[in-house]
């Protein structure tokens, strides 16, 4: 079985500080692993992904994460944050050597906000 | 611009009616999903498709239906037998080519709720 959680729901950082979104995952062998970007009441959008290589992702926006597969984490940083980086943000898994292997299980999300 | 279409954006239910979700993508994917969105909850998987006229039941498939006709259309009918239909309801596409590692795109849901 494949599982994701994020531990924060919540995570307040001031704008143009760092910003660290959390996700730890559990998968019976080798992960593929997602992040995406909700704004209210919008689908999903894809930021970033980690399939096989370095272990620092960067994606859009100027978001990157960092595969650490000892502690089992993936999680979503930036050097300098937003205001218009407010939103909720989902981490997803899909474990590549198990049946479904097209399912992805999603995170409950941590949602974001960047004080001006 | 490519992308998945979702519609209605609100969609009301009365007692005892089956409501149909549409979803329609036009960036050739193979794969498409329905998912439930809940408050405080991760997306659920209901349905999804990896090919033409083929589906399978995800996680709460239960009073729910899809077809897959078109490679590009996959409604959602939320039938009377589900009982707690209110949520925020999300379909998204893959191009999947074996191997499992393409990102979802996601369509911009349809909120349901019950008058």
């Known amino acids: 079985a494949q599982s994701v959680a994020q531990p924060e729901d919540q995570v307040n950082v001031a704008e143009g500080n760092p910003l660290t979104v959390k996700c730890t995952y559990s998968?019976?062998?080798?992960?593929?692993l997602f992040w995406y970007v909700q704004y209210p009441n919008r689908g999903l959008q894809f930021l970033l992904k980690?399939?096989?290589?370095?272990?620092l992702v960067k994606g859009s926006y100027g978001f990157e994460a960092e595969f650490n597969k000892s502690q089992t984490s993936f999680h979503l940083k930036k050097p300098s944050a937003l205001v218009s980086d407010s939103a909720l943000y989902v981490c997803?898994?899909?474990?590549?050597?198990?049946?479904?292997?097209?399912?992805?299980?999603f995170g409950k999300g941590t949602k974001l906000s960047v004080i001006p | 611009d490519g992308g998945i279409t979702q519609s209605p954006k609100y969609l009301f239910r009365k007692e005892g009616q089956n409501v149909t979700l549409s979803c329609e993508q036009n960036?050739?994917?193979?794969?498409m999903y329905w998912y439930r969105q809940d408050p405080g909850q991760g997306l659920r998987l209901i349905y999804y498709?990896?090919?033409?006229?083929?589906?399978q039941k995800g996680d709460i498939a239960e009073g729910y239906s899809v077809s897959r006709e078109k490679k590009e259309s996959f409604p959602l009918t939320v039938t009377s037998a589900q009982k707690n239909p209110t949520a925020f309801y999300l379909c998204?596409?893959?191009?999947?080519?074996?191997?499992?590692?393409?990102?979802?795109?996601f369509g911009d849901g349809t909120r349901l709720s019950i008058l």
């Open positions: 998204a596409s893959s191009k999947e080519q074996g191997k499992g590692n393409q990102p979802q795109h």
């Open positions: 998968v019976s062998g080798n992960p593929y």
């Open positions: 980690y399939i096989t290589g370095d272990n």
């Open positions: 997803a898994v899909r474990d590549i050597s198990g049946a479904g292997s097209y399912q992805l299980t």
């Open positions: 960036l050739n994917h193979d794969a």
């Open positions: 498709s990896q090919i033409v006229n083929d589906f």
